[in-house]
């Protein structure tokens, strides 16, 4: 989720191996004090807005791969109807845009834009809401995320384009493909957000009576809140968020590592991260049958990869990879062994494969 560095306050933190450290006070930055991960999540919660810093230059992972440095200040930032919005750009020549999952962010992508960007021109953005861009208080909608993708091309990238979405990035990068079918090139997916039609269940609404409008469904929401609330707070400690991970999200876990976690506790800390949080969370489980995938397919035009992680705990529907590949048959299909996030758990199959992949798109790129 995302964070405005101007408006957050800054008690930097540093990650020191399983540890962080955090000045004394003001006076004795050059002091640290060493707390466990566990004792950082008791001392977040009292102090909104502090932020998380890992080494500004982190050349290469526990693995040998280069990645892209942490900066607790992010990049660069684009403004966008009158929000902050932050994105990452390395290398030149044909741009490929990267777009990150639910409650991540650009640094998702730290070991694929070090090696992209030797052939390519490499963008990650901060979609609105999360990572190190803005969150408005806003009705969130599959569609500002979309409109926010084709407005980042058309101001910042101002030129054709290939397009790659994980998770929620994914089904948005599809969105923004069918909006501007003569700029985008390909679109590569990986364990994509997003149903057929055929696949959700449709119940008839019945009217809405006044007892339920004006008494029912505001204690609904009250409840609501609260279980969102304690549910934000407890899975935004570090100790739960590497658990969470490790649980199957990650099936090799050598990359679940501080910079990751940092990367996800850092615009967490951000004021209006819990009420973004529940708003999104509101919204997809409000009305799951307005996007569809066969919906949007049907107005695509250009190549597609799917690079699918086949033990993602996430996306139940084994069949889901093969299910797009019949409906669009302009299609190629990678089948990894790993779970809701490749690109970070494998990283150097999935470059490769994007690599190869984009080497057949010369005539279109």
């Not at 409109?147 to 397009?163: C, G, S, Y």
């Not at 409008?213 to 009250?222: A, N, R």
């Not at 799951?288 to 995938?293: F, M, N, R």
Request: hydrophobic fraction near 40%; charge should be neutral; proline fraction near 5%.
């Amino acid at each position: 989720m995302s964070s405005s560095t101007a408006t957050a306050r800054t008690d930097w933190l540093n990650s020191i191996g399983n540890r962080l450290g955090i000045p004394r006070s003001n006076r004795f930055r050059g002091r640290w004090k060493l707390i466990s991960r566990r004792n950082f999540a008791v001392n977040r919660t009292v102090a909104t807005g502090t932020s998380i810093m890992t080494p500004s230059v982190v050349a290469e992972s526990s693995l040998g791969l280069q990645q892209l440095p942490f900066k607790s200040e992010g990049y660069n930032y684009w403004k966008w109807r009158g929000n902050r919005i932050h994105y990452v750009v390395e290398g030149e020549g044909f741009p490929i845009v990267l777009i990150h999952g639910f409650a991540s962010s650009s640094f998702h992508w730290r070991y694929n834009i070090p090696e992209l960007a030797k052939r390519y021109k490499v963008y990650a953005l901060d979609l609105l809401g999360f990572g190190w861009s803005e969150k408005p208080l806003i009705d969130y909608d599959a569609l500002i995320w979309r409109d926010q993708v084709v407005d980042f091309l058309n101001e910042i990238v101002k030129q054709p384009a290939v397009l790659v979405g994980n998770s929620l990035g994914g089904f948005t990068t599809l969105l923004a493909a069918a909006a501007l079918p003569d700029q985008v090139r390909g679109v590569s997916l990986l364990n994509s957000a997003g149903r057929f039609g055929d696949d959700i269940s449709t119940t008839d609404k019945t009217e809405e009576t006044a007892l339920h409008k004006f008494i029912v469904k505001p204690v609904e929401e009250i409840f609501q809140r609260v279980v969102v609330r304690s549910a934000f707070w407890i899975t935004m400690r570090p100790d739960q968020i590497e658990a969470v991970l490790k649980s199957g999200v990650y099936r090799n876990h050598s990359n679940v590592d501080d910079y990751l976690i940092n990367s996800i506790l850092r615009p967490a800390a951000d004021p209006n991260a819990y009420e973004v949080y529940y708003r999104l969370l509101k919204q997809l489980m409000s009305n799951p049958t307005k996007y569809t995938l066969d919906s949007v397919l049907s107005q695509l035009s250009c190549p597609l990869l799917l690079l699918w992680g086949d033990l993602d705990p996430w996306v139940h529907d084994r069949a889901k990879p093969n299910q797009i590949k019949d409906f669009y048959p302009n299609t190629s299909l990678v089948n990894l062994q790993a779970g809701h996030y490749p690109q970070d758990e494998v990283p150097e199959q999935v470059n490769k494969a994007l690599l190869d992949w984009l080497s057949t798109l010369a005539s279109e790129i």
